[in-house]
């Protein structure tokens, strides 16, 4: 790590330590006022919005997505590192929220029987943060879908890793409470839905056309193709960097991914994915 990155990781590490105790684990928020559960809407930097979490939940979103650092014993909710702040912590904005709304129960959105989805994205170094991420995971591990035993145990959410993931030392734990964001050349290879539950990737990785005209018919059976090929191994399929402002263009990529059952459909404009969905 670059010095001057070393010396701003000690000094908010030391902030942090200094913090008065509750503080660090502030109160949850309110209880949100849930919307109507919309199982392929997935929010993107969910982080980024006035009320993290929440405003997701009250426009029915079921995958929400955080970027963390590990910085000393916290994970800092944050996309770039200079922009970390003592109290976004994952805990404060995502697990004590999400513990309060789970409060025993088997699901986030009461009678909804799909699965809620917590998108961990890491920033820091994969190995340590991911360790990290696993021993906060386990003071809530009850609300968790979790690994154990070669035997995938259910829970009303699934934390899924991507970023700088550590596939080996994932791979290789006995027990887990996380699980593996794959790529779009993981599909169809040898790691199974228990391990990667979850393939992602950038649309333009992928495909050529970004909504403007038809979509040309290979590109469509490709999506067809690679959605299948996902569900047949018991994964879902989400993709990135799709077109995002309101207009023709993202109406019509957003329409090719519904009628191709892609599982995560990616956005930062909540009520317009709403809109979308609901209609």
Known sequence: MHASRVAVVTALAAVLAL???GAAHAAAAPRADLGEPLAQAHAHNDYEHDRPLFDAL?????SVEADVWAVGDELMVAHDFWEIRPERTLRNLYLDPLRELVDGGS???????????LLVDIKSAGPRT?????????????????YSDGQVQPGAIQAVVSGNRPLDDMAAADERLSFYDGRAGDLGGDLPADL?????????????WNGEGPMPEDERARLHEMTEQAHEA??????????????????????????????????????????????
């Open 19 to 21: 913090v008065a105790p």
């Open 58 to 62: 009250e426009h029915g979103f079921t």
């Open 107 to 117: 699901e986030v959105y009461p009678g909804w029987d799909g699965q809620f989805q």
């Open 130 to 146: 991911w360790a990290l991420l696993e021993e906060q995971l386990a003071e809530y591990e009850d609300m968790f879908v979790s």
């Open 196 to 208: 990667m539950p979850l393939v992602s990737d950038n649309w333009s990785n992928v495909f050529d």
């Open 234 to 279: 018991g994964q879902r399929l989400r993709f990135w960097a799709t077109p995002d402002a309101e207009g023709e263009a993202r109406t019509a990529v957003w329409t090719e991914l519904r009628e191709a059952d892609v599982d995560h459909i990616n956005t930062d404009d909540l009520p317009g994915l709403q809109d979308f969905l609901s209609n």
